[in-house]
């Protein structure tokens, strides 16, 4: 998962970052509007978190302008003073929930989850697909009720196809969404992932590779 | 209350009016009438004294030939008698227009001569005025003649009792007019008072950002100096409310900085630590709420309580997409409020989110306007045990106390109801959980109602 963090406090941003890697996402950090507003529109981001005091561009205004540019990518606000006018405005520009500080990062963690998997259109932090059971809190894999371990960039691949079923993910778009941006780009990293996952999925094979495109998953599954 | 100045002015001139009027009135009915009296006396001895050319005395006999001097003294009950009386008061001779009447003088005393009498018709008690002359008439006995006059008080009577009339009807008729013409010059001369509590109205209600210019000379000054105070409770409030801006700005990322950095910290001091800044954090979190309300505003439009409360829930189903909750709303419309925007906002917000994050699935808002609003905000979650209702409203005073993300908001909504003379109570739901119940007055909640 691919997370866009606007926050002008440099060590609170610094914080978010390293927690949120630390859970497994990919982070890209803006310490103001306009460099927000840069990042939002030249990369695709599963997610963003938008602290509303920003120098340079306004958070509210933020919003406004990557709903503008048909950004659709689930927006989690932050505000210091804890004001409904702001979390309306926040609300009203095109955010999706809102986070009052001080919070908790376990907080942050569990609601930027939630709107991820809100946005794929899943309710439950669980994602049932046929036998598969991927518990999005946790983190954890089950395959027929039983635990499949897997490592972190494996569960990250899984994620994401997951959460975009039936679509066809690019090995680009993987690329993108799993690894920080000057990270060297190898897609035959995310082969070998692929290649790993649906030995430990066997007989269960949802991820389908399609010539030349990229990878789908499905839920059919089939042999 | 104190009586307006209108009235204070109406009462003072009706009743300093109405007092030398009433005076002058008197004065002039009296004057009026003692003229009568001394023109009704100097007829009177007139009629002595061409009576006395006119007699003439033949030894004992007194005689006044005829023509008789004055017409009237001829003729009977004409209103003016005659009659000549000796020092014992025998009468001597008595005109023709006394000798049906029963007329004599009234007081019996006898003249010195060369001495005039006039007796008033109401110490005679026969309705008529009485004027004696006493003279040592030149016949050689020396006889002492008493000439005795007496008109019909009537006629004079009739004029002073018409006069008085007039003199009444005429200055009741001023009165009035007086009196009318004070209450036009009031209406007018404080006509720029009702401008000003006119306009200071519209202020109040939003209508009008400040009083116009057209005011007389004493009242400019007032005008300007209210203008500039409202401008200043204005700027004052929205500093005052930037300041509080920075500072939970100020306050809240180190807060949420040093929580963070926690993680890494051995767990042995840690739970201390976390304890302490739990405590810090809900103190700073409720006080700066408690702070940034700014309370009854003295300029403030109608605000529009169900707009809000739509605008609020539209926020709300955005943030709470995924429980997808039932919201029946049903509002009086419209039903206004004068206030702060914002303030309202945090009553409002802190209530319908409250319902929001302890529903399972339905949220109810009703309301109606009973003179004053009413609205209730209701769930079907686990609700407010009512042993501790109080305390959840009046946690306010020991905001360590506060369980964060619980109650917390209600404490600060019922201070922020208190402010404007509201109230906030909490009920049991017919859905299951809690409700709460706002009570709000009406219109005005600002100083100068």
């Known amino acids: ?223 | 209350m104190k009586s307006g100045i209108q009235s204070r002015l109406l009462l003072t001139t009706t009743l300093v009016l109405g007092f030398s009027l009433t005076l002058a009135g008197l004065v002039l009915e009296r004057s009026f009438r003692m003229s009568t009296l001394s023109g009704a006396e100097e007829q009177l001895r007139l009629v002595i004294y061409s009576l006395m050319g006119a007699v003439e005395t033949a030894g004992a006999a007194v005689q006044v030939p005829e023509p008789l001097p004055e017409p009237r003294l001829g003729q009977a009950e004409s209103g003016l008698y005659a009659w000549i009386s000796d020092s014992r008061n025998r009468v001597r001779w008595r005109s023709p227009s006394a000798v049906t009447g029963d007329v004599a003088a009234p007081d019996a005393q006898p003249l010195q001569p060369g001495e005039f009498r006039f007796i008033e018709a109401s110490a005679g008690g026969d309705g008529l005025l009485h004027l004696a002359y006493a003279v040592i008439w030149e016949d050689p006995q020396a006889t002492v003649l008493t000439f005795h006059v007496a008109a019909d008080w009537m006629p004079f009577r009739a004029a002073i009792v018409s006069f008085r009339r007039n003199l009444f009807v005429g200055l009741g008729a001023v009165t009035l007019l007086l009196v009318l013409a004070q209450v036009v010059a009031v209406r007018w001369a404080l006509r720029p008072l009702r401008t000003m509590a006119q306009e200071v109205r519209e202020m109040e209600e939003g209508r009008r950002r400040a009083l116009s210019t057209a005011y007389p000379s004493e009242l400019r000054g007032l005008a300007q100096n209210l203008d500039r105070f409202v401008a200043h409770e204005e700027r004052s409030r929205s500093r005052y409310r930037k300041a509080m801006e920075d500072l939970a700005h100020s306050l809240k990322t180190p807060l949420a900085v040093i929580r963070n950095a926690l993680d890494r910290v051995p767990a042995e001091p840690r739970t201390l630590l976390e304890e302490q800044l739990d405590r810090m954090q809900s103190t700073v979190t409720h006080q700066l709420s408690r702070a940034s309300v700014t309370g009854p505003v003295i300029v403030g439009r109608p605000i529009d309580v169900a707009a809000q409360v739509q605008r609020l829930l539209r926020a709300l189903q955005i943030a709470y997409r995924q429980r997808c909750i039932e919201v029946e709303v049903n509002l009086p419309e419209p039903c206004h409020v004068r206030g702060d925007e914002r303030d309202l906002m945090e009553i409002l917000g802190n209530l319908l989110e409250n319902a929001f994050k302890y529903t399972a699935s339905r949220v109810r808002v009703s309301g109606e306007i009973d003179g004053r609003l009413f609205v209730r905000v209701e769930d079907d979650g686990p609700g407010i045990p009512e042993a501790v209702r109080q305390a959840v409203l009046r946690r306010g005073t020991r905001a360590d106390e506060a369980q964060p993300g619980q109650g917390i908001g209600l404490a600060v909504v019922a201070e922020l109801v208190g402010l404007y003379h509201g109230r906030l109570r909490i009920a049991q739901s017919d859905l299951g959980g809690a409700c709460l119940e706002l009570e709000l007055p009406l219109t005005s909640v600002g100083a100068l109602s």
């Open chain 1, 1 to 223: 998962m691919r997370i866009l963090i606007v926050e002008d406090e440099a060590e609170l941003a610094r914080q978010l970052q390293e927690n949120l890697r630390g859970a497994g996402f990919v982070v890209d950090a803006a310490a103001d509007g306009e460099e927000g507003l840069y990042y939002g529109n030249e990369y695709d981001y599963d997610a963003a978190v938008i602290d509303l005091g920003l120098p340079k561009l306004g958070g509210i205004e933020l919003i406004r302008r990557l709903r503008e540019g048909d950004r659709r990518f689930p927006i989690l606000i932050l505000t210091a003073r804890d004001h409904w006018q702001d979390k309306v405005e926040g609300l009203e520009a095109g955010a999706d929930d809102y986070l009052t500080k001080p919070f908790r990062l376990e907080e942050l963690q569990a609601r930027l989850n939630a709107l991820v998997r809100r946005a794929a259109g899943y309710a439950s932090p669980v994602i049932a697909s046929g036998p598969l059971a991927l518990d999005t809190a946790r983190k954890e894999l089950r395959l027929n009720q039983e635990a499949v371990e897997l490592t972190a960039y494996e569960y990250r691949v899984l994620e994401y196809l997951m959460l975009n079923p039936g679509r066809v993910v690019s090995k680009t778009e993987l690329t993108d969404h799993l690894y920080e941006q000057d990270f060297e780009r190898d897609s035959n990293v995310i082969e070998v992932f692929v290649g790993r996952l649906r030995k430990k999925l066997d007989p269960f094979n949802p991820i389908r590779t399609v010539r030349g495109q990229g990878y789908r998953f499905t839920a059919e599954g089939g042999v």
